[in-house]
């Protein structure tokens, strides 16, 4: 199963893409990302791919307010 992290008192999972890319998303919005376009995004990787480090959209913004990264467990969800 993917990455699962708590930041800033919020779930993100680690979803893949069908291109090669990979990000960390808000639990609720990559549940129903994945739900609704599963040929283009998934919480696995697509076979054949080969994937760097996810992608952070919080790096900067976590930075700025010391925000504490908090491993979770991937398996308690989906």
Do not use: C, H
């Amino acid at each position: 199963m993917g990455m699962a992290r708590k930041l800033n008192g919020m779930t993100q999972v680690v979803l893949y893409r069908n291109n090669g890319e990979s990000t960390w998303m808000d639990f609720a919005d990559a549940k129903r990302v994945a739900a609704t376009v599963p040929s283009e995004w998934k919480k696995e990787p697509f076979g054949g791919q080969t994937y760097g480090t996810p992608v952070d959209p919080w790096t900067s913004q976590s930075k700025l307010q010391n925000a504490a990264t908090i491993a979770v467990d991937p398996s308690t969800l989906w």
